[in-house]
């Protein structure tokens, strides 16, 4: 974390960024679109950090260099580990601790009924896979990559998953 403590009048400037989700003092939270953009400008390999930042509308004065460099490390860092998927914020979706409240019985078997709906689901599509898959090695046809995905795609929406 950057030691730049933003004033009110930086937050200010900062919020009125629309490549920026939240400010703090102490933090900037970027919005999925810009890290995207930033990612695909950076790996054409024509800008530094520094000027997708400045192109963005951000002063480099009032929020560092460093966390310029920063931030574009551990996107790049996340972009090569898991790709696009990896530059979402999921501090919404990992709540941390799980909860410590007691659930109530219908909540339980709701929860219950829907996981084995899914895992029902998965064995039948599973199931379906397996019986194409067979009946394509009798008959000895070879099918290209598009085909297999276009195969695992009708059966997948056939079933709704």
Same mark, same amino acid.
């Given at each position: 974390?950057?030691?730049?403590?933003?004033? $009110?009048?930086?937050?200010?400037?900062?919020?009125?960024?629309?490549? &920026?989700?939240? &400010?703090?003092?102490?933090?900037?939270?970027?919005?999925?679109?810009?890290?995207?953009?930033?990612? $695909? #400008?950076?790996?054409?390999?024509?800008?530094?950090? @520094?000027?997708?930042? $400045?192109?963005?509308?951000?002063?480099?004065?009032?929020?560092?260099?460093?966390?310029? #460099?920063?931030?574009?490390? @551990?996107?790049?860092?996340?972009?090569?580990?898991?790709?696009? &998927?990896?530059?979402?914020?999921? @501090?919404?979706?990992?709540?941390? @601790?799980?909860?410590?409240?007691?659930?109530?019985?219908? &909540?339980?078997?709701?929860?219950?009924?829907?996981?084995?709906?899914?895992?029902?689901?998965?064995? $039948?599509?599973?199931?379906?896979?397996?019986?194409? #898959?067979?009946?394509?090695?009798?008959?000895?046809?070879?099918?290209?990559?598009?085909?297999?995905?276009?195969?695992?795609?009708?059966?997948?929406q056939e079933y709704h998953l």
């Amino acid at each position: 974390m950057s030691k730049i403590i933003f004033t $009110e009048k930086d937050i200010k400037v900062l919020n009125a960024n629309p490549n &920026v989700l939240r &400010v703090s003092k102490k933090s900037i939270t970027y919005t999925d679109e810009f890290k995207r953009h930033f990612i $695909e #400008e950076y790996l054409k390999g024509e800008k530094l950090p @520094r000027i997708l930042f $400045e192109d963005a509308g951000f002063i480099i004065e009032m929020i560092g260099i460093k966390r310029c #460099e920063q931030s574009a490390a @551990r996107w790049l860092r996340a972009y090569n580990k898991e790709g696009i &998927v990896g530059l979402r914020d999921t @501090r919404t979706s990992n709540l941390g @601790r799980p909860s410590t409240n007691e659930l109530s019985q219908e &909540v339980i078997i709701m929860r219950q009924e829907a996981k084995i709906k899914l895992l029902e689901s998965q064995v $039948e599509l599973l199931k379906k896979a397996d019986r194409i #898959e067979r009946r394509l090695v009798n008959q000895s046809i070879k099918l290209q990559s598009n085909e297999i995905f276009q195969l695992i795609s009708d059966t997948i929406q056939e079933y709704h998953l």
